[in-house]
Structure formats: C-alpha cells, structure tokens
C-alpha cells in the first residue's frame, strides 16, 4: 500500500533560516503519528507545508498520489482534504455553531444542506455538544469551542486531521474533553498528524513518534520504545523536562510549559 502522505527530502527556509532540514516521513492511511520536539523545532512549520500555508523550497510532499510541491497544486482543492486545528479555534463569532460548521460544506464544497445538516448534528452529538448547535462561539467554554472547531474540519470528511498544540490555550479542565474527541477519533481510524504537549496523552494515541530536532527528525519510534527508552539523547533530555513538570502542582505545570 502506498503511503497517503510522504515528505521526502523536504527543505524549507524562512529567508536565510534554514527551519526544515531533509525531513522524510511516511504516513499510510490510518496511522496517528505524534511529534514531539523543543520549541522552535519546525513542528508547527511542518504541519502547515501540508495544507500550502508554508511554501517549502525543496523536496517531495506527496499527498494522496499527487507531488503538492508542483507549483500547479490548486491548494484550495487540498486543503478540503486536509483538516487543521490550531491552539486558538477561529470560529465566526456572528455565526451561530450549526453556521460555522455548515459554512465550508455548504460554501466551499457546494453540498445539498440536508445532507450537511446530518452530518453536523451526527458529529455535535458524537463530541456532546448537540444542544449548543444554535448557541454562538462567545457562550460556550473554551473546550467547547475547540471540540466545535474539531468537527467543523470533520464535516469537510477530511483524509487527514492536523492538530497543532490544541489544548495548549486551554484551562486544564477542558483539556481532557478535547483529547478524548482526538481519542475517539484515533479509535475510528483517521490520519492524524498531532503535535502536543500532553504526554500520557502522546503516548495513548500516537502509532508512531516523531522526534524533532532544529528542524531535523532525530527519531522515529513507538510510543511505547519512545517514552521508556528513547534512542536520541537530546529525546532522552526533552523527556525528563517533562518528567519534572509532571511532578509540580498544576498551576506551576502550566507556566512552566507555556
Ligand atoms: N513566518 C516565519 N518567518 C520567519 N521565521 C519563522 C516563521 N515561522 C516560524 N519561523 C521560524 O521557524 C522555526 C520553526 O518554527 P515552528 O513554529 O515550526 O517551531 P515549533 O516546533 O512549532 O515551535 P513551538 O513548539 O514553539 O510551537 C523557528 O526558528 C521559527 O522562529
Ligand atoms: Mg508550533
């Protein structure tokens, strides 16, 4: 089978900077690959070049059988397949929820609205959020919306989900209803691409770690060999930080990892 995602060689520069270095990853469909890296590493850079927000300078990105790096790439079309969710959710403020989650099937891809509608009220009710289809973004919490931002990339039936950081912005009480939306998604079988901070998280979803350093990728392992036995020891130093955060009170934790 071939891959549904492959960087190959993958070069990208921010001027002289040079933030992705030979980067090579596979991706099959299905497969939940976490990665994981210190600040600055190009994570967030990487997962952008997969939905045209970064132009990379050199390489192969295959996506779904097609090289995205051609310049005739219609990034439109991509990024319908192609869901990303950030660290702040973006939804329309004057939109009503059911209206964000509506506006790309409906808008971008010219769907028939009762089907939309289905898949919408399928999806508010899979994440517990179907009484608030007619609320507006401001009237829910943070977790909320961000669960809302979830399922409006999924009613675009995406092939893959991108998340970057999202509990990152989040009260550590609403942390937990996000991940588990990501869990449940994991279970259902979607590609993700996931960059997090959340460890024991980290471990529970990902098929495979990417470890990331200045712009490198340093190591590919399981969860499993990564988090008891890394094989890099600059992965090694980046998990006893976050070993020593685990063991402060919360409200330390959090300013230590922002
Ligand atoms: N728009 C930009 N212009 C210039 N340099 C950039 C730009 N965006 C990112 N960079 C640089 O590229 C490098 C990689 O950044 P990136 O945001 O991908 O890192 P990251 O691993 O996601 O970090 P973090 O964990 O802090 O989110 C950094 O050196 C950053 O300063
Ligand atoms: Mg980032």
């Given at each position: ?46 997962l952008r070049c997969l939905n045209g927000l970064e ?29 990303m ?174």
């Open positions: 089978m071939s891959a549904l995602i492959e960087f190959k060689d993958f070069n990208k520069y921010f001027g002289t900077n040079q933030v992705l270095k030979d980067v090579s990853l596979s991706v099959e469909s299905g497969e939940v690959i976490v990665i994981l890296g210190p600040s600055g590493c190009g994570k967030s850079t990487l132009v990379a300078h050199s390489g192969h990105l295959r996506f779904d059988g097609r090289e995205l790096l051609d310049k005739k790439t219609d990034w439109r079309q991509v990024r319908q397949h192609v869901g969710v950030f660290q702040s959710y973006h939804l329309f403020g004057h939109m009503t929820v059911l209206e964000n989650i509506l506006l790309g099937p409906l808008k971008v891809q010219k769907r028939q609205r009762s089907e939309a509608l289905a898949q919408a009220e399928a999806l508010l009710a899979r994440v517990g959020l179907a009484d608030k289809r007619d609320a507006y973004p401001r009237q829910l919490s943070g977790g909320q919306q961000q669960r809302i931002a979830i399922i409006r990339s999924l009613c675009m039936n995406p092939k893959v989900m991108l998340f970057d950081e999202v509990t990152a912005a989040l009260d550590p009480e609403m942390v937990k209803e996000v991940l588990e939306v990501i869990l449940d998604l994991a279970r259902g079988g979607m590609t993700m691409l996931i960059v997090t901070h959340e460890m024991a998280f980290a471990r529970a979803v990902a098929d495979r770690v990417v470890f990331m350093e200045a712009g490198s990728i340093l190591e590919h392992n399981t969860p499993e060999s990564f988090f008891s036995n890394p094989a890099s020891a600059r992965a090694q130093q980046f998990l006893e930080k976050f070993s020593y955060v685990e063991t402060m009170p919360k409200k330390t934790r959090l300013k230590e990892l922002s």
